[in-house]
């Protein structure tokens, strides 16, 4: 199997001058599931948006065996789903169903594909019913769920999500455990919640200041305080 | 003040109006405004008609044959507009106030004004409460408006909650640090000092907004968007929407026709 | 100051009824073509962003709309918005996320009417968003880059857009036999000449937090597409204006302005073969014997045809 995600030596600048990363290395191989953890403006999110080519900065990003360039972008944006922090980002139509076919859609599928794989899509998540409902009257945890749908209906290998427990409340949260635990994809997270990194995530990356300062297994940085510390992380 | 509790007009249903093609529902209303647009003044027996049209439907869609009708006076003030027309308009004089003069030729435009505009708002609303917003957005689409612009409807509807929960709390906010000094003294600065708190958080708005596009564009070319709006498939019109279809523009058509010839 | 309260409510947003049906048509064809030439011109100036920036800002001009600020006298000072977003955005996409906002307020809340909604959008979409983007750039001329060519300009833009947009709607009503011009223009013009005030200072307001916080924003509205449009805009407006002078013209009722052209005797000379072409043409309603004969005609046909079409399903659906 290919190596699901592969970045060397990656530096960005924002086009006002503020540089975001220097020199980031990571890989990633199928199937697994690893936690980016770091404090804010470490470069967590400018790294994410790497991943399908929205920001191109300087160096390799290989995303399941292909170098990402400008010829390919719309199969590696099939391939890798990224999940944006706040749904209301992600969830831009006005009705669920809409929105999870929207992936589809725009990949240029058949209609009758985009309708299986969105019914689908929601089934995965445990939305089937919400299909026909407005965005705006869910709960954060019914939308974290459906924005996860539209990135499945497009039939990603890779999920990134940004921050997926972020303002849950702790039954939204656990369900949001309990499904991220059941896909069967590669999974990258950032998040700041240590307590799922520990429960989900078997690989940790610690970020800060725009590069990747540690890489290795979540129990062992988890039981190292000072390394804990001088990134700004907690364990609660 | 904030439209945010009536944001959602539609009320769930499935009457027979409820369930008819979006489509035809805009379509219908449309005309039924244009009908009413065109009739000529004083034209009674057709506004009497066409008031008994907006009754049925109305009571068709199950939310009670007065429900238009209660809402229907939101354009009641823009009356105001109009209102120097039995003076200003020559005729047969009606009444006299010192030097104003009231003409029945003006009296009658001005209340055929006021009829025909009554009507078209129950329409419109009958319309709105009986289609949800997302419904009649494919209908518009369907209708061949341009895919761009319907998107850009479809957007702003979706975001006008979020939005609008941004101004309330920056309205909440503003309230919470505008406590008067002293008893009796008004609270808040001069009228320039007023517009310019109320300006910055416009600014401050616009600059969320702006940020939130910048994102939800993210999101969109994640998904594989590249600036072309494609859709999914619309439903055909069923028998029973083309009957309800043909059978209300042969009323309209009626009416109107009574209106002009009597 | 009782008056304006008593005139307040008399916003730009025309119900239906208000406006003859020639007249609403000639506003819908104005701001097709407006919608039509602005959906074009944002295409190539945004891209792909197009469809996102402008609806979440036709957003934010509707929630902006509801932060108001008291004036005087109960009434209270609120955006209309259009000049805002010209400043910011360019005139033509603030063409679009008006039309997204007054044609949601006419769909979802009845505010201005769906016949009448073709010439809300040019008054408040279309003519806030050029006048107000014509006056800024002219004071831009005048004082130079900068900060206080950026707040006096967005002031007299916002103040000359609402007053535009108010005259325009005064000549339309009068147009349509609803109000003689010569009580409609002083009555409008006077409210919202007040009105424009509370226009300009949230306009100011807005445009000073921006300035402060995000400059580059501003770049946006300044490289937007505007100099080719200008002879569109020309045009769309000597179009409007003409179609009002024929309507005046026309009708049958002299009001306002007809009479102080008549007293001033140039109208006769101007207009009279246009009144040899459509002897007895009348506006508001239809008394042109041909016009109503045709009319009937149609209508007629239409009644038949529907008759038939039920009768034809009731005898299929008893076959089959």
Do not use: C
């Amino acid at each position: 199997m290919p190596i699901a995600v592969e970045v060397q030596d990656l530096h960005f600048k924002y086009p006002d001058g503020h540089g975001a990363l220097f020199g980031v290395s990571l890989r990633i191989e199928t199937g697994e599931r690893v936690a980016l953890v770091g404090p804010n403006g470490a470069g967590k999110s400018t790294l994410m948006l790497h991943l399908n080519g929205i920001l191109q900065g300087e160096g390799a990003v290989r995303v399941a065996g292909r170098a990402l360039g400008n010829g390919n972008l719309g199969q590696v944006r099939a391939t890798v789903g990224l999940v944006f922090q706040d749904p209301d980002d992600q969830l831009f139509s006005p009705t669920v169903y809409e929105d999870v076919a929207f992936g589809p859609l725009h990949m240029g599928l058949a209609l009758d594909e985009v309708r299986q794989r969105s019914q689908a899509a929601l089934k995965a998540v445990g939305m089937e019913a919400y299909g026909p409902r407005v965005s705006h009257h869910l709960s954060v945890g019914e939308k974290k769920r459906i924005a996860i749908a539209t990135v499945l209906s497009m039939d990603a290998q890779i999920l990134v999500l940004d921050e997926p427990t972020a303002g849950l409340d702790p039954r939204a949260r656990r369900g949001i455990i309990n499904l991220l635990r059941g896909l069967p994809q590669t999974i990258l997270a950032s998040t700041h919640d240590l307590i799922l990194v520990r429960e989900l995530f078997p690989r940790m990356v610690i970020m800060d200041q725009g590069r990747v300062v540690a890489d290795g297994p979540t129990t062992r940085f988890l039981a190292d305080q000072a390394l804990l510390e001088a990134h700004g992380l907690e364990l609660p | 003040m904030l439209h945010i509790d009536l944001a959602d007009q539609y009320r769930r249903g499935s009457s027979r109006v409820h369930r008819l093609d979006p489509r035809v529902k805009l379509a219908g209303a449309v005309l039924f405004i244009v009908v009413a647009s065109a009739l000529p003044a004083g034209a009674w027996g057709a506004y009497g008609l066409l008031f008994a049209a907006t009754l049925v439907v109305a009571a068709l869609t199950g939310l009670g044959a007065g429900f238009a009708l209660k809402r229907s006076f939101v354009a009641l003030p823009f009356a105001l507009a109009a209102i120097s027309l039995p003076f200003t308009v020559a005729g047969r004089p009606l009444a006299q106030f010192g030097p104003l003069v009231v003409s029945v030729e003006g009296t009658v435009r001005f209340a055929s004004i006021l009829i025909k505009s009554w009507l078209s708002v129950q329409m419109a609303i009958v319309m709105t409460f009986t289609t949800a917003f997302p419904d009649l957005l494919w209908g518009l689409r369907a209708l061949r408006l341009p895919p761009a612009l319907v998107a850009i409807v479809s957007f702003m509807y979706r975001y006008l909650f979020v939005l609008a929960d941004e101004a309330l709390r920056l309205m909440r906010a503003r309230a919470s640090r505008s406590g008067a000094g002293a008893p009796g003294r008004r609270a808040g600065g001069s009228l320039w000092w007023r517009g310019k708190v109320a300006g910055g958080m416009v600014g401050n708005l616009t600059l969320r907004a702006f940020e939130r596009s910048e994102r939800i564009h993210a999101s969109m070319t994640a998904r594989g968007f590249q600036g072309e709006i494609r859709m999914l498939a619309t439903p055909v019109l069923t028998d029973r929407d083309w009957n309800a279809l043909v059978g209300w523009v042969t009323f309209l058509a009626m009416t109107a026709l009574i209106g002009f010839v009597f | 100051m009782s008056w304006i309260n008593l005139l307040a409510p008399v916003r730009l947003h025309i119900p239906d009824g208000f406006l003859s049906t020639t007249v609403s048509l000639v506003g819908w064809l104005l701001a097709v073509g407006a919608i039509g030439y602005a959906l074009r011109q944002t295409r190539g100036q945004l891209g792909s962003r197009q469809i996102p920036l402008m609806g979440v800002l036709a957003a934010f001009i509707f929630a902006a709309q509801a932060i108001n600020f008291p004036v005087a006298g109960g009434t209270s000072g609120h955006l209309l918005g259009g000049t805002l977003a010209a400043i910011v955005l360019g005139p033509w996409a603030a063409v679009l996320v008006m039309t997204a906002v007054i044609g949601v307020q006419a769909l979802l809340f009845q505010d201005g009417g769906l016949l009448a909604l073709g010439f809300n959008i040019v008054n408040m979409g279309v003519l806030t968003a050029f006048t107000g983007h014509f006056a800024f750039q002219l004071l831009k001329r005048i004082l130079g880059e900068g900060r206080t060519s950026l707040l006096v300009g967005g002031a007299l833009g916002a103040w000359v857009s609402v007053m535009a947009g108010a005259a325009a709607t005064a000549v339309e009503l009068a147009a349509s036999g609803a109000s003689p011009l010569g009580v409609a223009l002083p009555a409008m013009a006077g409210v919202h000449a007040l009105i424009g005030i509370g226009e300009a200072l949230i306009t100011v307001g807005a445009l000073a937090f921006i300035y402060a916080s995000r400059r580059d924003l501003l770049d946006l509205g300044a490289r937007a597409p505007a100099k080719a449009a200008a002879n569109w805009v020309i045009v769309g407006l000597g179009i409007a204006l003409s179609v009002a002078v024929f309507s005046f013209a026309a009708s049958p009722h002299p009001d306002g302005l007809e009479r102080v052209a008549a007293d001033a005797g140039f109208l006769g000379r101007a207009l009279g073969p246009v009144y040899t072409l459509l002897p007895n043409y009348a506006i508001p309603g239809i008394s042109n014997q041909v016009v109503s004969g045709v009319l009937a005609v149609v209508l007629g046909t239409l009644v038949v045809f529907g008759i038939t079409w039920a009768l034809a399903r009731r005898q299929r659906r008893l076959g089959a």
